[in-house]
Nanobody
Framework: VRLVESGGGLVQPGGSLRLSCVASGFPFSSYAMSWYRQAPEKERELVASISNLGRMTNYADSVKGRFTCSRDNAKNTVLLQMNSLKPEDMSVYYC?????????WGQGTQVTVSS
């Protein structure tokens, strides 16, 4: 299993970023996918999750209405569109999947929100 995130960077408050996670090594369309984030000295927290066919999504209260999670099963890719970014969204964002009881994580992509 391999997960590779991209799309992080520096953005001003109120700006937008789109994160991508390309997956390989497992039947992508059979598994739900999730995005987590972890800020310095804080615990990793669940940001969004999406069902295997993309019909259901769940979001942390702190990002509802601002973030949208989607997936393209033909490209083995899960996306996180982040709008109206706030300084408190600054974190390393990770893609995650649980395959046959084992959790797998990407290397993470840094999102910095600063003026």
């Amino acid at each position: 299993v391999r997960l590779v995130e991209s799309g992080g960077g520096l953005v001003q408050p109120g700006g937008s970023l789109r994160l991508s996670c390309v997956a390989s090594g497992f039947p992508f369309s059979s598994y739900a996918m999730s995005w987590y984030r972890q800020a310095p000295e804080k615990e990793r927290e669940l940001v969004a999750s999406i069902s295997n066919l993309g019909r259901m999504t769940n979001y942390a209260d702190s990002v509802k209405g601002r973030f949208t999670c989607s997936r393209d099963n033909a490209k083995n890719t899960v996306l996180l569109q982040m709008n109206s970014l706030k300084p408190e969204d600054m974190s390393v964002y990770y893609c995650q999947v649980k395959v046959r009881g084992t959790e797998y994580w990407g290397q993470g992509t840094q999102v910095t929100v600063s003026s």
